[in-house]
Every structure is written in C-alpha cells, then in structure tokens.
C-alpha cells in the first residue's frame, strides 16, 4: 500500500482524498516508477478542484509529471535504479499520475534525466519549465533572435512565465515581464526581466493593430491578452502561445497575420515527440540557471496539495511548486 491523492466522482459530484493504494490496482504499462518528487501545475490545480474537465476518467490520481527512480522496467530502454522525469501523455487525466509513491506508465512516456538535473531541480522545472523551454525553442525556430528586439513574457511570475523570463535572460533577450502583480516586479528583474509591462496594457479591448512594440512573445494567457500581443508584435515575429490562464477564447483579427507577417506558433507539451521533448530537457541542463531556479520554486508538503490547488487557480503562488513525495530518494 502506498500514499496517493485520489479524485472520484459520483453522479455529478467530484471528491478528493489523500489515500491508501495498493500497487495491484496501478494502472498497466512496461515501468514502475517509485517517484521522488512531483509538482502542482495548473493543470492539477484545475483537476483537483474539479474547475475543469481535465479529468477524464474516474478515479483518477492526478500529477502531470514526475521525478523518480525505475524499480521494474521490462521496457527496452529502462532498468531498475535510471532516474527518469515525465511530462504529460495524459499522465493525471486518463492515466493515473504523479501525486502518488509509485506509477506504472509505459517506457515510451519517459525520459531519462539528464545528468546535471537533480530529480528535485527536475521537478522544479516540472511540465512549466519544459513548456517554457518548448516555447523559447519555437521562436527561435521562427528567427526571433536575442538581438531582434523585446520579448514579451505573459504570465511572468508564473509557472511557465518565471522559467520562460529567467531562459530567454540568460540567451540575451531583452524580456518585457508582463504581470498582473506589481509586487513581483522585483522577482522578475531578478530573473532577468529587462523591463515590467502591467497586465493591463495587454488587457483593453484589442485592435486589429497596434503600435509595434515586441519582437515576439511567449504567451500563456491567450484570450484577449493574446489578442492584443498579436496587435504589438512587429513586422515578421512570432508569438509562441501555450496557455489558457485569461481565456480559451481568441478575440483577434488576422490583421497581425496578413499585413505584419506575424506567426502565431502553439506549444504542446502534452503529446510533444519523444525527440523534441528529450531536446528540450538536454537545453534545459545546459542552460538554465539553476540557482535562479532554486529562487522560483517552492515546496509543497504531499499533505497540502489538496488545500493549495484553489490558490493556485487564484493566481496566488508565484514560480514553480515542488511536491516532495519521497525526498530521501535524491
Ligand atoms: P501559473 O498559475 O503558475 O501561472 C499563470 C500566470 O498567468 C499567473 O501567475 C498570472 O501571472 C497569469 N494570469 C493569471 N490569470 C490571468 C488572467 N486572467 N489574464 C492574464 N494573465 C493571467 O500557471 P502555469 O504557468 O503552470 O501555466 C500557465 C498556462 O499555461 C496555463 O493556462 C496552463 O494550462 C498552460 N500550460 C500549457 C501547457 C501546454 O502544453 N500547452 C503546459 C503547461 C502549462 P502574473 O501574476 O504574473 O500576471
């Protein structure tokens, strides 16, 4: 038997409990992972408190990612003792997840963490910093080059946000933070932030253009902050969008598209290739600081998820939240 959080759902109630499993009733696959850590992401925030349907089969142990180590593997790639991270394909929605001592999932999900990541650092980054890694990698695919201008960032003293200022920073970029909290105003600079935008200026009304102001965007509002990015971003740049957190809704014209030559490029980390995500993760070594990283991430004992996820949906906690699971581990 081991610790997990579990939602259940009867008739048309939702219910989540800290509980006991046993590993029998795990779900199947070709590795078992006794995992180190976990983290609360958005998208467990939303699972938990049932304020989205992100859940979509009943009962569910939520978690989207996880540090940890293999103890049974008959997959060809993994043994008992690899260290191992995994982001998404479903984990914590249809497969059971990472808020638990143990998962079973299928080899093909995970990857083998890089050597200079600690499993905690790992989930430090969790699914937000390899999101933002994957959002800094498409405007770079796009030519959005350090010295093409501002970049905005949506959402900075966010998850996905915080990680995505600190990458851009150390390649150069001049990043604009944008952020609906003045308060972190200081957090950000330190990060590297080059300037603060308010959130409200990305708030109002959008036009189908506006003054050019960035050279590009990492974006995790979409909505009407979206919009009014597309409007200020200058002839020929990219916007990377991977979020929802102002809106699903887009109310924007394809005046940016047609006349500025503007590219509007989505982020996935969910069913990203196994290729793409293994590149993401090695940049991620090589590349982020890691004591800023150590700056922007909490830690939130395994007992206080459940309490913590309507904060989060609040836009109360600010970076990364770290969910140690077995620490002794590493
Ligand atoms: P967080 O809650 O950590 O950060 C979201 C940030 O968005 C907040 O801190 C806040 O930043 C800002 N924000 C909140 N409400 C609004 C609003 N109404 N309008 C504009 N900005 C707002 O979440 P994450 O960083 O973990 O995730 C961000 C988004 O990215 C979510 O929608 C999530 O679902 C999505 N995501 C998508 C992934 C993908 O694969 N496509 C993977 C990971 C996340 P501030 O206070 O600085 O303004």
């Known amino acids: 038997m081991f610790d997990a ?17 046993d590993t029998d009733h795990l779900p199947e696959g070709d590795v078992l992972v006794e995992i180190a850590y976990s983290t609360l992401n958005y998208k467990d925030a939303l699972a938990i408190t049932g304020a989205s349907p992100v859940v979509r089969k009943f009962p569910m142990v939520p978690g989207i990612d996880f540090a940890g180590i293999v103890r049974e593997s008959s997959h060809p790639d993994y043994k008992a003792d690899d260290k191992v991270v995994l982001n998404g394909w479903g984990v914590g929605e249809v497969h059971w997840g990472g808020l638990a001592k143990f998962a079973r999932v299928k080899g093909d999900w995970l990857v083998p963490l890089p050597e200079a990541i600690s499993m905690k650092r790992a989930m430090a980054i969790g699914t937000a910093g390899y999101t933002a890694m994957l959002c800094v990698q498409a405007l770079e695919k796009h030519g959005v080059a350090p010295d093409a201008g501002p970049v905005a960032v949506t959402g900075a003293a966010g998850g996905v946000g915080s990680v995505a200022v600190t990458l851009l920073a150390s390649r150069g970029y001049e990043v604009a933070a944008v952020t609906g909290r003045e308060e972190e105003a200081d957090f950000l600079t330190s990060l590297g932030a080059s300037s603060i935008v308010a959130r409200d200026e990305l708030s109002g009304k959008p036009r189908a253009l506006n003054k ?12 009407t902050v979206l919009a009014n990015l597309l409007s200020m971003t200058r002839y020929g740049g990219t916007v990377a969008a991977c979020g929802l957190a102002a809106g699903m809704d887009l109310p924007a014209s394809v005046a940016p598209f047609i006349l500025r030559g503007v590219t509007l490029a989505g982020v996935d980390s969910v069913m990203c290739p196994a290729p793409r995500r293994r590149a993401a993760w090695d940049a991620l070594a090589a590349e982020l600081d890691m004591e800023k990283l150590d700056a922007l991430s909490v830690e939130l004992p395994f007992s206080e998820v459940i309490d913590a996820a309507p904060k989060f949906l609040k836009g109360q906690i600010r970076g990364r939240v770290i969910v140690p699971v077995a620490p002794e581990l590493g």
């Open 5 to 21: 959080i579990l939602i259940d759902k009867t008739d048309d109630a939702q219910s989540v409990s800290q509980t006991q499993i």
């Open 212 to 223: 050019e102001r960035f050279a590009g965007g990492v974006d995790v509002a979409g909505s």
